[in-house]
């Protein structure tokens, strides 16, 4: 398998906005997730190769959205009013095989190398 790629991180203002993108082929399921050097990897949502999403309500609260490019290719997620809290190295995984816990991360088996996102206060 292809390793999914991320992009778009970077550093941004407490209300500020940014979008990831994340470019992978081949998934079933295609999940964003999160870290920092002292939380456990955290998942924010996923989306099918449907087109169908499921969010992590406490990490989202309605502020992140998940999204495909035409082709579905190209995934996108949307984050408006990031909070200091937010700040994470964030990753896309893909995995492929039948009943993917979507929020899971061990049931993701392809990892991309990640993208930083820093919001300053």
């Known amino acids: 398998q292809v390793q999914p790629v991320e992009s778009g991180g970077g550093s941004v203002q407490a209300g500020g906005s940014l979008t990831l993108s994340c470019v992978a082929s081949g998934y079933r399921w295609l999940g964003w997730f999160r870290q920092t050097p002292t939380k456990e990897r955290e998942a924010i949502a996923g989306?099918?190769?449907?087109?169908?999403?499921?969010v992590n309500e406490d990490v989202v609260r309605g502020r992140f959205t998940i999204s495909r490019g035409h082709g579905g290719n190209t995934v996108y997620l949307q984050m408006n009013d990031l909070k200091p809290e937010d700040t994470a190295m964030y990753y896309c995984?893909?995995?492929?095989?039948?009943?993917?816990?979507?929020?899971?991360?061990?049931?993701?088996?392809?990892w991309g190398q990640g993208t930083q996102v820093t919001v300053s206060s």
């Open positions: 989306i099918s190769d449907g087109g169908g999403t499921t």
């Open positions: 995984a893909t995995a492929t095989g039948r009943g993917v816990r979507v929020l899971n991360p061990y049931d993701y088996t392809n």
